[in-house]
């Protein structure tokens, strides 16, 4: 798998991060902006990671949770919030590993 999907959400008023974190990828993020049934205003994008960018993904949400900014990471139907550095580093390596991972196909080939 050469990049993955990730929905990242983050408080509307604080769209300027995704601004950053696109000219840090080097790609253009589309956002939309919804009202969950909570009522606040959240902003969300969503971000294809590939390995180069795993650093540049790390380091933002690391930011992020030094700020205590909310974000919300979503992948394979899983929401994440409200984590720790430690978790952040979790979340690198499970998009990590997905990315290294050989498909099913290539290991069932003979040789």
Same mark, same amino acid.
């Given at each position: 798998m050469d990049r993955l999907e990730v929905v990242i959400q983050i408080p509307a008023a604080e769209r300027p991060d995704f601004e950053r974190l696109s000219r840090e990828l080097g790609q253009e993020l589309p956002t939309i902006e919804s009202k969950p049934l909570d009522g606040a205003l959240v902003a969300q994008a969503i971000v294809l990671i590939g390995i180069p960018a795993l650093a540049t993904l790390r380091a933002w949400l690391l930011a992020r949770t030094a700020?205590?900014? =909310?974000?919300? !990471?979503?992948?394979?139907?899983?929401?994440?919030?409200?984590?720790? =550095?430690?978790? !952040?580093?979790?979340i690198v390596s499970a998009f990590n590993a997905a990315l290294t991972k050989e498909p099913s196909a290539a290991r069932d080939e003979p040789e």
């Open positions: 700020a205590r900014q =909310a974000t919300m !990471v979503s992948w394979k139907g899983v929401k994440l919030r409200g984590y720790t =550095a430690e978790e !952040v580093d979790q």
